[in-house]
């Protein structure tokens, strides 16, 4: 009689669900992942008035503190690939909140903010302040920077790992 092949015995079965036990109560990804997403929906929906999500406010803060960014040190300075930081900019450029400009070279193009994108980085930031003192008081001060030091070790480790 042939054994069927999702016939497991009950002790393979144990090691199976101890194992993937493991990895779901203790997986550091799974777990910032979970809470990255939490996080994310809570501030999008915070910013739903100023008519972008978290993701293009963080963008529009970063090409408004650089003042003229080339696209590749946007990726650098925010961790993302060039196709994510692709995908993201396209409802920014659809909105008219950012534009390209041409460098002195004619060659180079960095990204600004227009008018428009100053005008919906000045609406997002009250809404944004709200969600950040909101969450701030839930975790507490020292807390919160004690979770942002950690973070800051945290996303460090790929980059020592594959140096």
């Not at 003192?133 to 001060?141: K, S, T």
Request: glycine share 4%; aromatic share 4%; with cysteine.
């Amino acid at each position: 009689m042939m054994k069927n092949r999702n016939d497991k015995s009950n002790s393979e079965k144990q090691i199976c669900n101890k194992v993937y036990k493991e990895i779901f109560e203790n997986c550091t990804c799974m777990h910032i992942r979970k809470t990255a997403r939490a996080v994310t929906q809570y501030y999008d929906a915070t910013l739903t008035p100023a008519g972008i999500t978290s993701t293009q406010l963080t963008l529009l803060v970063q090409i408004c503190l650089s003042q003229s960014a080339a696209q590749k040190d946007i990726c650098d300075a925010l961790g993302m690939s060039p196709s994510s930081l692709t995908r993201s900019l396209k409802p920014l450029f659809e909105q008219d909140l950012i534009e390209n400009e041409t460098g002195i070279n004619k060659k180079t193009k960095s990204l600004i903010l227009t008018d428009r994108g100053h005008l919906t980085l000045k609406l997002a930031t009250p809404l944004w302040q709200q969600a950040q003192d909101d969450l701030l008081a839930r975790v507490g001060e020292e807390e919160w920077q004690d979770l942002i030091d950690k973070l800051a070790v945290v996303s460090q480790v790929p980059t020592v790992i594959f140096d």
